[in-house]
């Protein structure tokens, strides 16, 4: 089994160490010489089996297939809203003559919305 890959990153910022002042040994340790005042931040260190590029594009494609999804479904939703309520528009409430079976329809559509 091979040891995992591991990313350090400062601030959610993956890879910002670019000074010789940073280095990584074998272990996966990360050693700071001459630590400066720049130098303060969250420090997250992750360890895991990665493919690089090919395991991000999948992250993003799914994440991106979800939000579409997502984005479908609620405007699916929202054509389907409208067009009962256009539906029940068309519906003359005095079908039933007054207060009949029209306006207890009413009623109830008004108490099933609260």
Do not use: H
Not at 17 to 35: C, E, K, P
């Amino acid at each position: 089994m091979d040891a995992p890959t591991i990313q350090w990153d400062r601030d959610s910022v993956m890879g910002g160490f670019t000074s010789d002042r940073f280095s990584v040994d074998r272990n996966g340790t990360l050693t700071i010489q001459n630590a400066q005042q720049e130098d303060q931040g969250f420090y997250g260190c992750t360890a895991g089996d990665y493919d690089g590029a090919e395991s991000i594009a999948k992250t993003i494609i799914i994440t991106l297939g979800a939000a579409a999804a997502y984005i479908f479904w609620s405007v699916g939703l929202l054509i389907w809203c409208r067009l009962r309520r256009r539906q029940r528009k068309l519906r003359s409430p005095n079908d039933g003559g007054a207060g009949g079976a029209g306006g207890a329809e009413a009623q109830l559509d008004v108490q099933t919305a609260l």
